[in-house]
């Protein structure tokens, strides 16, 4: 009993150390902007400067996103899945490969669930309050990324904190792709 307990609190110290305030964890700000032309944004780092690019493809049958580098390189395609029975989108590579496939669990008793396929390694897991910006992404029992809201005063505007050392550009793709499907077409 003694073991776990211990084996808990150094778990939440290391999340404190990675998340807290002055955590390791690099944080992306995600701002919206309602009016724009194709659903075009930018994602800022921590000092407000670009970071990320996200190109909404209009005039197309199936929702599509890309997400750029500064330098126009792209990082992940986006794009809905029709047809399936329950919410689908996958996230490419630059190459087309599927990266990811994200779902939303069918069954969600108190808390929203989705999961997240990862091509070549470990699944992911998205738990808490999609609705309003307020979950977490994990490996099993690890912490790999974390979103909120409370973090801005702006509407629309979320931010997302990765573990150093994570797949950043996907880790972002996963939180727009869960804030398409949650919050639908706006």
Known sequence: MRGRQQARREDRQQERETFGRRGTAVRYQVRQRMVAIGDDFWIEDSDGRRAYKVDGKAL???????????????????????????????????????????????????????????????????????????????????????????????????????????????ILAVAIVIDMMAHGGR
């Open 60 to 170: 197309r049958i199936r929702k599509t996103l890309l997400i750029e580098d500064l330098q126009g390189n792209l990082q992940c395609r986006v794009q809905e899945r029709m047809l399936r029975v329950r919410d689908t989108m996958e996230i490419e590579g630059p190459d087309g490969k599927t990266m990811a496939t994200v779902r939303k669990a069918l069954i969600t008793p108190v808390r929203d669930r989705w999961t997240v396929k990862i091509g070549g390694g470990p699944d992911l897991e998205v738990q808490g309050n999609i609705l309003h910006h307020e979950y977490t992404i994990g490996d099993g029992d690890r912490k790999i990324a974390e979103v909120s809201k409370k973090w801005f005063r702006l509407r629309d505007t979320y931010g997302v904190a990765v573990e150093p050392g994570q797949n950043e550009g996907l």
